[in-house]
């Protein structure tokens, strides 16, 4: 304590924010919905209600004539109990592939209407919302800086406000994230356009996060961007969404399609080149059949205030987890409420210039997936909201069918192995009901079967088949369509490889979540490289013994039966090595600088605003370092102003609201510990408490 400044800092002006200009965010009833009452009466397009029926009854053909087969191949006798269980494990899994194979076809046969940008002033001013929790300080502020200095370049930098809207709980990044806000807002025009607010108490996560922007300062702002802490957007592509949403009065939300960019990694490229190589074409299908009753991603998007604040107040859902307390995957069922209301909800999938940041490695996937696999799985509870638009249930439908897939999947390999087994070790009972010439059991017609896997195979990669065709098709250099094809076997084999372990993992976050397992919030690790092997180890060898124990068994069995599922397996026995191999940096730096495979026209060709982004980043961290600790903290006296006249007073902990973590670090202080010595939960509810703050300053922890 030697180090603490002893005089009380008088408080400043106050955190840098702008005056509140507030607008309500009621709590919307999820079991009644009085359709009179919607604030816009949406409009019908035929073309659109075409696309829909095709995409409808082409994949209902398509699952029937494959069932079909399918029932051919199982037939060959009588059907027993396990061919039947297999048969309906089938149906479903293919209709799901079948689905995404007929939206991606209608992408194809779409006809993309070329929209003209518009070159007049905006109206209205828009705010740009960028929530970040416990995130690398150095990259968002970048982030911010660039994006704001790109606008005023196009000449509508007075149209747009940035807030940083921090639910960050480590003291550390939390005192780096006021040192670097402050730095950059030293320059005027930043100064007038980023504001920075920090949640002292950071209730209902980002749900909370951006209703309290909207009720303290929405009134301001006819529309708003949401980021997510690794998202940029170009500023042309900001600008347009603000023009179409002046121009399209019924818009509530109007959702770009965010390119993956900045990945170093195995892992990061092969996602990233199969984002940008399929990805359009996936897009301009889903455009095509969504409507006006599209969907919502959490970020890229631009909301209309008014349609968000009165129609999306999301409650706390009763009951216990999963389907009970917060909406986690609160995106769909924004774009959902807001869809019920009236307002449309719309694909700009005509619209480049987004940009986000793919997980680096199989650990972060796989946590970013059990968040979403909770949030998804909590959308069964929610389907049958009052009031909702058929496709917005689809959508939910949709979220949670991407993790029950796994499990279905899984159960149909084992169902796979039984009816191997059965075959190989239950004899005929020629006599199963009475005297008859011809035994009965489980019989499948091979050679049928072989071209029915072929016909599930194409219908798998028609997307991806469709997907490249369209890409290379754009591209004039014979030599970069190689390197493109090539690219494409290098990621479908990272992905078949893949696979299986996400279906692991997947399926073990199915069975924890309807448990009552939860998944938790915290920071994503948007840059982490070569794991440790013991870690690796720790996470993955569940995956191997799995992998190794099916194939034992499978070999036991027959040996075709091994064969056949060799490409299921292969993924799990080398689950340990590949998740090191696709981790690895070096080998990603390879491919792209050496190999030249993955390689995206945004790496050709990188954006202006992610090397503005980078610069500014870099910048940033070769600058004085922020204080880390609380002593730092108390021995910089502008710092230490600064932190205490930037504590939001709204979000902070209200009088008589009982704060264990609190408690327990004032006793420890009092009874004489030094404040960096509590642990990282109490030093931050320390920090964030003005009244301890202050007596730590003067020196006084009395009780």
């Known amino acids: 304590m030697d180090r603490v400044a002893k005089a009380i800092p008088a408080r400043e002006a106050g955190p840098p924010l702008p005056p509140p200009s507030p607008r309500e965010m009621p709590i919307q009833n999820l079991r009644r919905f009085d359709r009179s009452k919607r604030a816009v009466k949406p409009s019908f397009d035929r073309s659109v209600f075409l696309a829909r029926l095709s995409l409808f009854g082409g994949t209902?053909?398509?699952?029937?004539?494959?069932?079909?087969?399918?029932?051919?191949?199982?037939?060959?006798?009588?059907?027993?109990?396990?061919?039947?269980?297999?048969?309906?494990?089938?149906?479903?899994?293919?209709?799901?592939?079948?689905?995404?194979?007929?939206?991606t076809l209608l992408g194809l046969l779409s006809t993309p209407k070329p929209r003209p940008r518009t070159k007049t002033p905006l109206r209205d001013r828009v705010a740009l919302l960028l929530p970040v929790y416990n995130e690398d300080t150095a990259q968002f502020v970048g982030t911010a800086c660039a994006t704001?200095?790109?606008?005023?370049?196009?000449?509508?930098?007075?149209?747009?406000?940035?807030?940083?809207?921090?639910?960050?709980?480590?003291?550390?990044?939390?005192?780096?994230?006021?040192?670097?806000?402050?730095?950059?807002?030293?320059?005027?025009?930043?100064?007038r356009h980023l504001f920075y607010r920090h949640r002292l108490k950071n209730r209902e996560r980002k749900v909370g996060n951006i209703s309290d922007w909207v009720e303290r300062w929405g009134g301001a702002y006819p529309a708003f961007v949401v980021f997510d802490a690794d998202s940029l957007m170009e500023a042309e592509t900001i600008i347009e969404l603000a023009h179409r949403m002046e121009a399209d009065d019924k818009a509530g939300l109007i959702q770009t399609v965010p390119c993956l960019i900045n990945g170093r990694t195995v892992l990061a490229r092969a996602q990233q080149f199969a984002a940008r190589v399929y990805g359009p074409l996936l897009a301009r299908g889903l455009g095509v059949w969504f409507g006006?009753?599209?969907?919502?991603?959490?970020?890229?998007?631009?909301?209309?205030?008014?349609?968000?604040?009165?129609?999306?107040?999301?409650?706390?859902?009763?009951?216990?987890?999963?389907?009970?307390?917060?909406?986690?995957?609160?995106?769909?069922?924004?774009?959902?409420?807001?869809?019920?209301?009236?307002?449309?909800?719309?694909?700009?999938?005509?619209?480049?210039?987004?940009?986000?940041?793919?997980?680096?490695?199989?650990?972060?996937?796989?946590?970013?997936?059990?968040?979403?696999?909770?949030?998804?799985?909590?959308?069964?509870?929610?389907?049958?909201?009052?009031?909702?638009?058929?496709?917005?249930?689809?959508h939910l439908a949709m979220g949670v069918m991407s993790y029950l897939a796994s499990p279905l999947w899984f159960l149909f390999l084992l169902t796979g192995m039984l009816l191997a087994l059965h075959a190989n070790l239950v004899p005929p009972n020629y006599f199963p009901e009475g005297w008859s010439l011809f035994p009965t059991w489980p019989q499948i017609d091979a050679r049928r079967a072989m071209m029915l896997f072929g016909l599930c195979m194409l219908v798998l990669f028609l997307p991806k088949l469709l997907g490249l065709i369209a890409f290379i098709g754009e591209r004039a250099s014979r030599g970069l369509r190689i390197r493109v094809v090539v690219g494409f076997f290098v990621e479908n084999i990272v992905s078949a490889l893949i696979a299986p372990v996400m279906m692991l993992t997947?399926?073990?976050?199915?069975v924890e979540i309807l448990t009552g397992a939860d998944s938790g919030w915290r920071a994503q690790a948007r840059d982490a490289e070569r794991i440790p092997w013991r870690i690796l180890w720790?996470?993955?060898?569940?995956?191997?013994?799995?992998?190794?124990?099916?194939?034992?068994?499978?070999?036991?069995?027959?040996?075709?039966?091994?064969?056949?599922?060799?490409?299921?397996?292969?993924?799990?026995?080398?689950?340990?090595?590949?998740?090191?191999?696709?981790?690895?940096?070096?080998?990603?730096s390879w491919l792209k600088r050496r190999a030249r495979l993955l390689v995206t026209p945004e790496e050709e060709h990188p954006?202006?605003?992610?090397?503005?982004?980078?610069?500014?980043?870099?910048?940033?961290?070769?600058?004085?370092?922020?204080?880390?600790?609380?002593?730092?903290?108390?021995?910089?006296?502008?710092?230490?102003?600064?932190?205490?006249?930037?504590?939001?007073?709204?979000?902070?902990?209200?009088?008589?609201?009982?704060?264990?973590?609190?408690?327990?670090?004032w006793l420890k202080l009092c009874d004489g510990a030094e404040p960096d010595s509590l642990d990282p939960a109490e030093r931050y509810a320390i920090l964030a408490s003005e009244p301890i703050m202050r007596r730590l300053i003067a020196g006084s922890v009395a009780l």
């Open 506 to 510: 997947q399926s073990r976050s199915v």
């Open 292 to 394: 006006n009753a599209g969907n919502y991603w959490g970020h890229n998007a631009i909301i209309r205030t008014e349609a968000f604040a009165s129609a999306a107040g999301l409650p706390i859902l009763p009951g216990r987890k999963p389907f009970g307390g917060m909406v986690m995957s609160h995106d769909f069922v924004e774009a959902a409420m807001m869809r019920r209301a009236g307002w449309s909800i719309i694909m700009a999938d005509d619209l480049g210039g987004s940009f986000e940041q793919a997980p680096p490695n199989l650990m972060e996937l796989v946590a970013r997936d059990r968040r979403w696999c909770q949030g998804n799985l909590q959308h069964l509870a929610l389907i049958n909201t009052a009031g909702f638009h058929p496709l917005s249930r689809l």
């Open 148 to 191: 704001l200095r790109e606008l005023a370049e196009r000449g509508e930098g007075k149209s747009f406000d940035l807030f940083v809207l921090s639910d960050t709980n480590k003291a550390d990044v939390w005192l780096a994230e006021q040192a670097m806000i402050a730095e950059a807002r030293r320059d005027p025009f930043i100064a």
């Open 607 to 665: 954006p202006v605003i992610s090397i503005a982004a980078e610069a500014i980043a870099e910048e940033m961290r070769d600058r004085r370092p922020p204080p880390a600790t609380i002593a730092d903290l108390l021995a910089d006296k502008p710092a230490l102003d600064r932190h205490l006249a930037w504590l939001d007073a709204p979000t902070a902990r209200r009088p008589g609201e009982p704060d264990a973590t609190l408690a327990a670090g």
């Open 538 to 588: 720790s996470f993955h060898h569940r995956h191997m013994f799995v992998g190794i124990l099916l194939a034992v068994l499978a070999g036991l069995i027959s040996w075709s039966l091994l064969a056949w599922m060799s490409p299921a397996l292969t993924g799990m026995i080398v689950a340990i090595p590949l998740a090191a191999f696709v981790s690895n940096g070096k080998v990603g």
């Open 60 to 103: 209902l053909a398509l699952t029937a004539w494959m069932a079909h087969e399918m029932y051919l191949v199982l037939s060959v006798g009588e059907l027993v109990a396990i061919e039947m269980v297999m048969l309906v494990l089938f149906v479903i899994n293919i209709g799901w592939i079948a689905f995404g194979a007929v939206s």
